[in-house]
């Protein structure tokens, strides 16, 4: 998938996309779809990952009201709550966000994601916090290049997405139970 995106330029910083969550060219349009998506549109306090392509969602919920909570890159379990649009960069979010041992109120979160499937499988980069499992029943929604879309994943999911925010729109995916 790192080869594919970067041979067709759809990503950006950092280059080359290999071993990262790629942050993909449009991110911006496909946070945009993901946060106008009426299941997403109602909820106020959201888990936001770290990643650098999960920056402009980041940026856009604070600017928009919203409460997130990004898990700290170096205390394993730690969150930083942020309210201050300022905070979706990850050098700031020691400076206006206040750090937090459980994401109170969460209602759900938005990881990154390596490739995604039709039926919501999503694999992350592997390793970090969302590859452990958030284990906290709530739903996960994805960002993704149109080109991280896949029919089916060649391995075990990471976890599974109720929604994939893409440039062009929002997919729903079929629920693995329903999987023909």
Not at 57 to 73: S, W
Not at 165 to 179: D, I
């Amino acid at each position: 998938m790192w080869d594919r995106l970067a041979g067709t330029r759809a990503v950006s910083y950092p280059l080359p996309p290999h071993g990262h969550h790629p942050n993909f060219v449009r991110a911006r349009d496909a946070a945009r779809q993901l946060l106008a998506h009426p299941e997403v549109a109602g909820r106020r306090v959201l888990i936001v990952g770290p990643e650098r392509v999960l920056l402009p969602l980041r940026k856009l919920a604070l600017e928009a009201g919203l409460t997130l909570y990004v898990p700290h890159q170096k205390k394993a379990g730690w969150y930083w709550r942020l309210t201050d649009p300022a905070g979706a960069q990850l050098s700031r979010m020691a400076a206006v966000g206040e750090l937090r041992l459980q994401p109170e109120g969460a209602q759900a979160a938005v990881l990154a994601c390596v490739t995604v499937d039709r039926q919501g499988g999503r694999l992350g980069k592997g390793y970090g916090w969302g590859a452990r499992g958030l284990k906290l029943g709530l739903p996960e929604y994805t960002l993704a290049h149109p080109l991280m879309l896949v029919e089916r994943l060649p391995c075990p999911a990471d976890s599974q997405v109720r929604l994939i925010g893409t440039p062009g729109g929002v997919t729903q995916p079929e629920p693995p139970a329903e999987r023909a």
